[in-house]
């Protein structure tokens, strides 16, 4: 029966079995839901910060639970006086307010006054000068490099004698390092796809065709891998691991549709990330990904592949994350908003104690000593409250309330798993905040024409991301890094790793012949 049958129903007072009636309250309190969902995301706030609660709600919570929460860590207090300096001294500061550093261009253009144009030299006394600073652009920064090698034949052994070609990151390639790394870097870091950039060279006055570039842009990428593999080995090294997965459109499925494919991003205790591709979400590729070498504490969602994958591996602890679990009482707000609100806070309670743990920079046993304090009261009460909740009479089965408990009450142990080691973090965002260039790319180049290109994407974001991640420079590094695989020991590929290279190379960087003949 419809919607519109139960409202003429009920106009003529017709009665109905208990059971259909209460499928038809379910059904729309579902859709009810559903059409509160999507008002929101077309004409809602995103974000995901919890509610304020009223102090007299929260009060009824802790009394209906029969105990209280542990008391919060006051803040130190302290009364500061302090004289007020410039900031970033490291930056040239204008009066107009520009900032920018020494390695940005500065070009000087003498202005005279038009007065004076009639006024003898010596009739004149330089005062001081007045500076203005403006920013500016040129429409592109590409360069020819024009190499001239001059044929000379000795008069002695009448023999010709001219200096080789320099030497090339890509044989027999019109391309210089520098014109690599900016391509790399702006597709991937920028999301700047190659059609585009191909418009760009044609504005400039360049033409190079479109397959030119993705196949320049694809052997760049192939000369990284091993860097990629060194850096993917190292992770699985690390005790604790966050993992996720995020689709990508690779591969052609017939005339205009695409496959689904994944990458999975492992993000390791050195602030180190990498993606891997694989053409499904099955269960079984945690396994292949993670192999048999990893040992320690797994931190992901709430998706039950990892926690079979930790099942079946006893040197495996599983750890989930608290911000999926909030994700599911945020969804419940519209359905019960003060129910929903009061999970909202005692969740919230858990990431002012770890807020609170990284303002006063606690590690280790100090950090341990006081999640146990002050987290494990605080996940005990959620628990209780969680508990009551599940005894309401009132609750379908289909209500997102309902849901949410059940995710939760599921979790229980896997939740609990950061009070016991203090470098488990209490969720994934750190991992989340880390894979965002993939869907950000993806608005602009849409899909991989193959499943190569897609595990390439992988290499290049697994370099650049951990670039970022360590305050890399990528465009240096990457002119480095190509011209220095191709000379650098396969077995000592660690070193050219975003964070090794930062403490080898970064200090004396392999520059490209653009660079060095500016300087």
């Given at each position: 029966m419809s919607s519109a049958q139960t409202a003429v129903a009920s106009s003529q007072n017709i009665s109905l079995p208990r059971a259909e009636y209460d499928a038809l309250q379910a059904q729309v309190?579902?859709?009810?839901?559903?059409?509160?969902?999507?008002?929101?995301?077309?004409?809602?706030?995103?974000?995901?910060?919890?509610?304020?609660?009223?102090?007299?709600?929260?009060?009824?919570?802790?009394?209906?639970?029969?105990?209280?929460?542990?008391?919060?860590?006051?803040?130190?207090?302290?009364?500061?006086?302090?004289?007020?300096?410039?900031?970033?001294?490291?930056?040239?500061?204008?009066?107009?307010?520009?900032?920018?550093?020494?390695?940005?261009?500065?070009?000087?253009?003498?202005?005279?006054?038009?007065?004076?144009?009639?006024?003898?030299e010596d009739e004149q006394v330089l005062i001081t000068e007045k500076i203005t600073y403006r920013l500016a652009q040129r429409p592109g920064s590409y360069v020819v490099l024009k190499y001239v090698r001059p044929v000379i034949k000795r008069k002695d052994t009448n023999e010709l004698v001219t200096p080789p070609a320099p030497a090339n990151v890509l044989d027999k390639s019109i391309a210089d390092v520098s014109f690599l790394a900016g391509t790399l870097v702006d597709k991937f870091l920028y999301h700047l796809p190659l059609y585009r950039q191909h418009q760009r060279l044609r504005q400039c006055g360049i033409e190079i065709a479109r397959p030119t570039?993705?196949?320049?842009?694809?052997?760049?990428?192939?000369?990284?891998?091993?860097?990629?593999?060194?850096?993917?080995?190292?992770?699985?090294?690390?005790?604790?691991?966050?993992?996720?997965?995020?689709?990508?459109?690779?591969?052609?499925?017939?005339?205009?549709?695409?496959?689904?494919?994944?990458?999975?991003?492992?993000?390791?205790?050195?602030?180190?990330?990498?993606?891997?591709?694989?053409?499904?979400?099955?269960?079984?590729?945690?396994?292949?990904?993670?192999?048999?070498?990893?040992s320690g504490t797994l931190v992901s969602d709430g998706y039950e592949a990892y926690a079979r994958y930790a099942q079946q591996?006893?040197?495996?602890?599983?750890?989930?994350?608290?911000?999926?679990?909030?994700?599911?009482?945020?969804?419940?707000?519209?359905?019960?908003?003060?129910?929903?609100?009061?999970?909202?806070?005692?969740?919230?309670?858990?990431?002012?104690?770890?807020?609170?743990?990284?303002?006063?920079?606690?590690?280790?046993?100090?950090?341990?000593?006081y999640r146990s304090e002050h987290s494990e009261p605080a996940v005990q009460a959620f628990w209780q409250w969680c508990d009551k909740q599940c005894q309401r009479h009132d609750l379908l089965p289909s209500h997102p309330l309902t849901k949410a408990l059940k995710y939760a009450m599921a979790r229980t142990d896997r939740?609990?798993?950061?009070?016991?080691?203090?470098?488990?973090?209490?969720?994934?965002?750190?991992?989340?905040?880390?894979?965002?260039p993939i869907p950000m790319g993806r608005k602009n180049w849409l899909f991989c024409w193959t499943e190569l290109g897609a595990k390439q994407v992988g290499i290049i974001q697994s370099l650049l991301v951990t670039c970022k991640l360590h305050g890399v420079n990528p465009h240096t590094y990457l002119v480095d890094a190509l011209q220095r695989i191709s000379q650098h020991p396969a077995s000592r590929a660690i070193e050219l790793t975003p964070r090794v290279w930062k403490e080898t190379f970064a200090d004396n960087p392999l520059r490209s012949e653009l660079d060095r003949h500016a300087s």
């Open positions: 309190q579902t859709l009810q839901t559903q059409l509160d969902w999507f008002k929101r995301q077309l004409f809602g706030t995103k974000s995901e910060k919890r509610l304020e609660i009223d102090p007299a709600m929260q009060a009824d919570l802790l009394a209906a639970l029969g105990e209280q929460l542990p008391a919060q860590p006051r803040p130190e207090t302290e009364k500061i006086t302090y004289e007020r300096r410039k900031s970033r001294s490291d930056k040239t500061v204008t009066d107009t307010g520009l900032r920018f550093d020494g390695s940005v261009p500065v070009e000087t253009i003498a202005l005279s006054s038009p007065e004076l144009d009639d006024v003898p570039l993705t196949n320049l842009s694809s052997r760049a990428i192939d000369l990284l891998e091993p860097i990629f593999d060194a850096q993917f080995e190292h992770i699985l090294k690390s005790q604790v691991l966050a993992m996720d997965e995020t689709p990508i459109k690779a591969g052609r499925k017939a005339k205009g549709k695409m496959r689904q494919g994944y990458l999975w991003p492992l993000y390791g205790e050195a602030d180190e990330i990498v993606f891997t591709y694989t053409p499904s979400r099955a269960a079984g590729h945690v396994r292949d990904v993670l192999g048999e070498s990893f591996n006893t040197l495996v602890t599983h750890a989930e994350c608290w911000a999926h679990t909030r994700r599911y009482f945020e969804r419940a707000k519209d359905a019960d908003p003060e129910t929903a609100a009061q999970a909202l806070e005692l969740i919230g309670e858990l990431y002012r104690i770890e807020a609170h743990i990284r303002d006063k920079k606690l590690t280790d046993a100090a950090k341990l000593k939740l609990k798993v950061f009070l016991s080691d203090p470098d488990v973090p209490i969720d994934t965002n750190h991992l989340e905040r880390a894979l965002r």
